[in-house]
């Protein structure tokens, strides 16, 4: 299985851009990218997915690298409300989609 | 619309005692996980539901761990003779379609059983 890597924290301050990378250098080709996030004391919740164009949502963009061996989630004005965990996840197609949770980043943002 | 939801919130339970976890998913989702996030630890899959049945019960840490879903929808989970080191928070999910979709199917999370064996 496809593993990911991430640096273990940031800061940014708020009203600023983040940008939050991942490598997932053993990536297959049907491999999606998925990025999760969990605010303190919550559960885990969706931000977005992509598999080679770069996407973008109500949330954030998705940044892939042309190679696929790495991307970017890009917050593009951070939120005090977006301190949180993020983690950048392979799903594994052919075991129901489950997800495997690495450290993830944990994001601070401040005033 | 509703989201997952999990009952207890907390839980609090002798050493040895069984305990019973609950999780209601979205309407019409197909599938269910679940999963645990122990302190310093970060979120272990447990097992995964595709309808009634569990093609996936790889991360059950023990036997005392079981599962069950009925009539598609509310699932619980059961510890049997708790120990210390089952303490965690249990987390579900449930997703539209599971292994139909998995590539892009997007699970969504409820709040969250915050279990504590003294």
């Known amino acids: 299985d496809a593993k990911t890597t991430q640096p273990n924290s940031m800061e940014s301050n708020e009203e600023e851009p983040v940008h939050l990378p991942c490598n997932h250098s053993t990536i297959s080709g049907t491999d999606y990218i998925h990025w999760y996030r969990q605010l303190p004391s919550q559960g885990p919740e969706y931000v977005i997915h992509?598999?080679?164009s770069n996407v973008n949502n109500r949330m954030a963009s998705l940044a892939i690298a042309e190679d696929r061996k790495s991307s970017t989630l890009i917050l593009h004005r951070a939120t005090l409300r977006d301190a949180a965990v993020y983690y950048c996840i392979l799903p594994i197609y052919n075991q129901g989609g489950k997800l495997i949770f690495g450290q993830g980043t944990e994001l601070s943002v401040k005033p | 619309g509703a989201g997952v939801s999990q009952s207890p919130s907390n839980k609090v339970t002798e050493k040895g005692k069984d305990v019973e976890l609950r999780c209601d998913p979205i309407?019409?989702?197909?599938?269910l996980y679940w999963y645990r996030q122990s302190l310093g630890q970060g979120l272990e899959f447990l097992i995964y539901f595709q309808g009634n049945s569990a093609p996936d019960k790889s991360g059950l840490p023990s036997d005392r761990f079981s599962a069950e879903r009925t009539g598609g929808s509310v699932s619980t989970l059961t510890i049997q003779r708790t120990q210390q080191e089952d303490s965690a928070v249990y987390l579900c999910a449930s997703s539209l379609v599971g292994i139909a979709g998995a590539f892009t199917d997007t699970q969504y999370f409820g709040p969250g059983t915050r279990l504590t064996v003294l």
């Open positions: 992509g598999l080679t």
């Open positions: 309407s019409g989702h197909t599938a």
